[in-house]
């Protein structure tokens, strides 16, 4: 069992950073790729990018591409998810995964899921 633990959330004007941190506990995290997902209301959580157990492969949805960086310690059991040139469009609650299944950005290729953390971006 995993458990993930999201931080770095917060307000930010647009065009400002932030970076958002994914502590796994349980069992370690370098056996897993290591997601980033993204929600608001009424629309389903959708992939923001994805990073392999070993750090050398990552993807991007191509909103966030250019502008998000995922990177990953494995030995602080962390993934981090660095965010410039935020816009308003950003904004959502970031869920963190972990997942054994493949990488990619479906949703069941991820076993567990962190509780969220909210970004809000103003204009």
């Known amino acids: 069992q995993v458990q993930l633990a999201e931080s770095g959330g917060g307000l930010v004007q647009a065009g400002g950073s932030l970076r958002l941190s994914c502590a796994a506990s349980?069992?370690?995290?370098?056996?897993?790729?290591g997601g980033w997902f993204r929600q608001t209301p009424g629309k389903e959580r959708e992939f923001v990018a994805v990073?392999?157990?070993?750090?050398?492969?990552?993807y991007y949805d191509d909103s966030v591409k250019a502008r998000f960086t995922i990177s990953r310690d494995n030995a602080k059991n962390t993934v981090y998810l660095q965010m410039n040139s935020l816009k308003p469009e950003d904004t959502a609650v970031y869920y963190c995964?972990?997942?054994?299944?493949?990488?990619?950005?479906?949703?069941?290729?991820?076993?567990?899921w962190g509780q969220g953390t909210r970004v809000t971006v103003s204009s």
């Open positions: 995964a972990a997942g054994s299944r493949g990488l990619g950005r479906a949703r069941d290729l991820y076993n567990y």
């Open positions: 349980g069992r370690t995290f370098d056996g897993y790729a």
């Open positions: 990073i392999s157990s070993s750090g050398k492969i990552t």
